[in-house]
Nanobody, 121 residues
Framework: QVQLVESGGGLVQAGGSLRLSCAAS????????MDWYRQAPGKQRELSAT???????RYADSVKGRFTISRDNAKNTVYLQMNSLKPEDTAVYYC???????????????WGQGTQVTVSS
């Protein structure tokens, strides 16, 4: 009933920038937290950034000061602006959202399919 579709990944040199987008669609009443996670090869998935429905943000220490999360509630879209990228930022980036679904009125957790970000040294 709800889909999250990410875009914007790719290959970039160290020090460069990328902007990820994630659009939610389907039977959406409202969206609470929207997050970006990442999973590097051989490592567990980790939370990189969160934005609440009231636009409060939190960041992992590893990305603080370099990444900026934002959302457009009218478009049900969350963004991740990534600057000063480092090779250690290489990972698959996943969008996540807690969505209150129409017809149920309950909150469900949804994930995007992931987008690859590769930072070359």
């Amino acid at each position: 009933q709800v889909q999250l579709v990410e875009s914007g990944g790719g290959l970039v040199q160290a020090g460069g920038s990328l902007r990820l987008s994630c659009a939610a669609s389907g039977s959406i009443l409202s969206i609470n937290n929207m997050d970006w996670y990442r999973q590097a090869p051989g490592k567990q998935r980790e939370l990189s950034a969160t934005v609440t429905s009231s636009n409060n943000t939190r960041y992992a220490d590893s990305v603080k000061g370099r990444f900026t999360i934002s959302r457009d509630n009218a478009k049900n879209t969350v963004y991740l602006q990534m600057n000063s990228l480092k090779p250690e930022d290489t990972a698959v980036y996943y969008c996540h959202a807690n969505v209150v679904v129409g017809g149920f009125g309950y909150q469900f957790s949804y994930w995007g399919q992931g987008t690859q970000v590769t930072v070359s040294s």
